[in-house]
């Protein structure tokens, strides 16, 4: 069976730094995009990041260009996103989906359940 | 970059038919996918590849796409249809995922 599970998320200051991480089992995880895309309370989704199944393709929404990085580590089937330079509008639920392949204009269709970012002082 | 543009809200009584509409520049040149996502939930797919359907998602739920505008039909709406759609597509212009701002259900 097929599952993503995030974790890390939490109360962060602005300005401050958090990583998230998105456990991946059942699937060949490096032959799979993966994203992650944000919810703030009350709205809609918003794509954060994508990363190709091998890592060495990676793209950001311009909101969190360089300031959040993804990345992923093959070995342990596991999926990053570290947040750095946080804001309060970055307070979110953040998902990881893994994508139906590793062409970016795939589907996703195995989405994990979030995890909830708030940052505020 | 590129915009997907959906209305905020559709109504329909239950067993009438639900028609949501995804607007962008040449559409139908691009692959469009669609999630529902009920409160409190992750998002689910329900359409993919313009007009395909994942297993376990009912045949009433269907898709379309040209032109400028994109479609995801509901037939014979049921109270538990009732959930934010969103369409999204990839934008190989701007390498970015694009979603489309979401429409909210509401089975009268």
């Known amino acids: 069976e097929v599952q993503v599970v995030e974790s890390g998320g939490g109360l962060e200051q602005p300005g401050g730094s958090l990583r998230l991480s998105c456990a991946a089992s059942?699937?060949?995880?490096?032959?799979?995009?993966m994203i992650w895309v944000r919810q703030a309370p009350g709205k809609g989704l918003e794509w954060v990041s994508a990363?190709?199944?091998?890592?060495?393709?990676?793209y950001y929404a311009d909101s969190v260009k360089g300031r959040f990085t993804i990345s992923r580590d093959n070995s342990k089937n596991t999926l990053y996103l570290q947040m750095n330079s946080l804001r309060a509008e970055d307070t979110a639920v953040y998902y990881c989906?893994?994508?139906?392949?590793?062409?970016?204009?795939?589907?996703?269709?195995?989405w994990g359940q979030g995890t909830l970012v708030t940052v505020s002082s | 970059s590129y915009v997907l543009t959906q209305p905020p809200s559709v109504s329909v009584a239950p067993g009438q038919t639900a028609r949501i509409t995804c607007g962008g520049n040449?559409?139908?040149?691009?692959?469009v996918h669609w999630y529902q996502q009920k409160p409190g939930q992750a998002p689910v797919l329900v359409i993919y590849?313009?007009?395909d359907r994942p297993s376990g998602i009912p045949e009433r739920f269907s898709g379309s796409n040209s032109g400028n505008t994109a479609t995801l039909t509901i037939s014979r709406v049921e109270a538990g249809d009732e959930a934010d759609y969103y369409c999204?597509?990839?934008?190989?212009?701007?390498?970015?995922?694009?979603f489309g701002g979401g429409t909210k259900l509401t089975v009268l």
């Open positions: 989906a893994k994508g139906a392949g590793d062409d970016m204009s795939a589907y996703f269709h195995h």
């Open positions: 059942g699937f060949t995880f490096s032959s799979y995009a």
């Open positions: 990363i190709s199944g091998s890592g060495g393709s990676t």
């Open positions: 040449n559409i139908g040149s691009k692959s």
């Open positions: 590849y313009d007009s």
């Open positions: 999204q597509v990839w934008d190989s212009t701007s390498d970015h995922v694009v």
